[in-house]
């Protein structure tokens, strides 16, 4: 967390120095707010389920088995 904030600001920095001269400041503005859109429609997309939401929810068993083989690699789960 503490990393993220700090290169987050960073690279804010790096952008809006970046952004303002070609685009001016509502530049800023705009990809400030469709960049967290986009990450968000992203993550929804890309991030399996919590294993304990797929156990109450009764998904199937290979679902949750697959994904607990990537948590750990060299368990066996059933």
């Known amino acids: 967390m503490f990393c993220g904030f700090s290169c987050g600001l960073a690279v804010g920095g790096a952008a809006s120095a970046w ?3 070609h685009f001016g400041w509502p530049s800023v503005l705009m990809a400030g707010g ?10 929804v997309l890309l ?4 294993v304990q939401f797929m156990v109450a929810r009764r998904r199937s068993d290979e ?7 990537r948590i750990a690699p060299r368990r066996c789960f059933r």
């Open 63 to 69: 679902r949750v088995a697959r994904i607990l083989k």
């Open 47 to 50: 991030l399996p389920e919590s």
């Open 19 to 21: 952004l303002i001269p």
């Open 34 to 43: 469709v960049g967290p859109i986009v990450l968000t429609a992203l993550l």
